[in-house]
């Protein structure tokens, strides 16, 4: 684990608010000189406490107006090795998160479609055909009012 002090708890804090702030603008907010803010998110970088930096499209502006989880539980695990599921899953590109669980269901995935039609194309063609899949339980989003925030 890597120590973490204050001021690194700030930068961290901005960056997962604004991850496209330069390290002189977030220095000058948090009292460091650029190069010193510099330095300190190069080190959080490599210890992997920042494991990168995104941007967050909203799907429904961009046609995907529907978002479905999915539990899925393997018909045999013995004969499908999770690795194999998991290589097949995350190649869908509807395929928006894998989350292995423990539970009900072996795992958890989040499959954005333009709508419900084409979400039971998906479903069919490529989620149904994947190897091992058994059971299958479909939820359908109706809204999210938080999205995941800072820790």
Not at 4 to 24: C, E, H, K, P, V
Request: positive net charge; hydrophobic residues 45%.
């Amino acid at each position: 684990m890597t120590d973490i002090d204050d001021t690194d708890r700030a930068i961290l804090r901005a960056l997962q608010l604004d991850a496209s702030q330069s390290a002189g603008a977030l220095g000058r907010a948090l009292g460091l000189s650029q190069p010193a803010c510099w330095r300190r998110i190069r080190r959080l970088e490599q210890a992997g406490v920042i494991a990168g930096r995104r941007v967050v499209l909203d799907a429904t502006r961009l046609g995907f107006g529907v978002t479905v989880f999915l539990g899925v539980k393997l018909a045999a695990k013995g004969r499908v090795s999770l690795t194999d599921f998991e290589r097949a899953v995350t190649a869908i590109p509807e395929v928006q998160t894998v989350e292995h669980i423990l539970g009900l269901y072996d795992y958890r995935l989040r499959v954005v479609a333009r709508d419900i039609a084409d979400f039971e194309r998906v479903l069919r063609r490529r989620i149904m055909t994947l190897p091992g899949v058994g059971a299958v339980e479909a939820n359908v989003l109706l809204s999210e009012e938080r999205r995941p925030g800072p820790l």
